[in-house]
């Protein structure tokens, strides 16, 4: 006779193959709700209402559906969300296939590898070490960029830099092919030895073909490591937008922010809500001369909201030069206010920050956190976890 134990494992056992018999066969192993009831489409934004369809199958999770998008704007099954298309691109490069699309001496700029911005080369001014002394070296768009069918182009592009106070590195455009430059900006002692975001306004050259140029000008006193430059695009500003309430407690990844792979990333370390947060400095200590920025990818539009307030939950350590900047730009990323500062800030368990936002509710906002030291001292940085804009309550 079979014992108590074998009976119960043969029960279960059979049992299992019955379940897989049944899925081979098209039975349905479990009931499913019906996703489109009620109408997920009526609430959410660009959405036609009475479209959903349901893509459930077998077993598949009861919330897969599809909704019709309004003219203009593409499904996102991903996020069950309804967005307009990326921003049109007039030019970009990441640098993965060279420097084709650009005229250097071969003296000077060069590719560079293994830790671009996302990817694996960039562009750096000094490759082989600190840049020489009275350097004058450029990496100039091969071709003109036409922006005629533009409405709010911008450049945009991530680097790290350099350079001491009496040299400068600038970004330059011209409107004649070449003849004559316009200098778009200057930066001189400037230290960023992580990647950063630069945005530049390009609406005031839509008349002309373009050409955009990168210089590096030394005047013989002091020569430091130089200038790297990656992900160099012309682009139409976003118009993309999150709707508001807005969440993220990174659990589905970082693709709501804007990042550089040698800064910000997922972390089990800490979390507030299981099992993910993102941290600054996820190999030890922040390098010296950091510069690292977590920029939200879209606007959020709080014209609805009656007393809006971001909040986030972070730990963080950072030395009296140093210092966390909680940041937000009421134009889409060109300027930016900051809306905290933590300085000689030392925090090694979770504290809850709230942010009034009730001022900014005029135009879309974007939110920013960004880490810069000084180079002195360095220490272990910023954790950030259930970041939300969100009405108070």
Known sequence: MLGRGRILTWIGITLLSCTFLMLLMGQDCVAQSDPCNPDPCQTIPKAVPETCTSVAGVCAPANDFTCDCEAGFTWQYANYTCEPPPPESFFSDDFESGLGKWLVSGWDWAISEPDGRCSVNYASESPEGSYPPHANSTMTSRHTVDLSRATAPML????????????????????????????????????????????????????????????????????TWGWDIDDVQIREMDTQEF???????????????????DSWGLTEDWYVSPTHSVGESLDGSYPRHANSPMILAHPIDLSGATAPVLTFWHKIGVYSSDHGYVEISEDGGFTW?????????????????????????????????????????????????????????
Do not use: C
Not at 194 to 199: D, E, G, K, N, R
Not at 243 to 260: I, K, Q, R, Y
């Open 156 to 223: 945009t592009f991530w680097h790290r830099i350099g350079v001491y106070s009496s040299d400068q590195a600038s970004v330059e455009i011209s409107e004649d092919g070449g003849i004559t430059w316009a200098t778009l900006a200057d930066f001189t002692n400037t230290w960023r030895s992580t990647w950063s975001l630069v945005q530049l306004d390009l609406t005031n050259y839509k008349t002309n073909r373009i050409k955009i140029q990168f210089r590096l000008r030394s005047n013989g006193d002091h020569e």
């Open 243 to 261: 709707t508001f309430p807005f969440a993220d407690d990174f659990e589905s990844g970082m693709g709501n922010w804007l990042v550089a792979g």
């Open 337 to 393: 206010s900051v809306l905290a500062d933590f300085t000689n800030t030392w925090r090694s368990t979770g504290s809850l920050v709230q942010l009034d936002l009730s001022q900014y509710k005029t135009t879309p906002v974007m939110v920013r956190f960004r880490l810069r030291t000084n180079g002195d001292h360095e220490t272990w940085g910023w954790d950030i976890d259930d970041v939300r804009v969100k009405e108070l309550h």
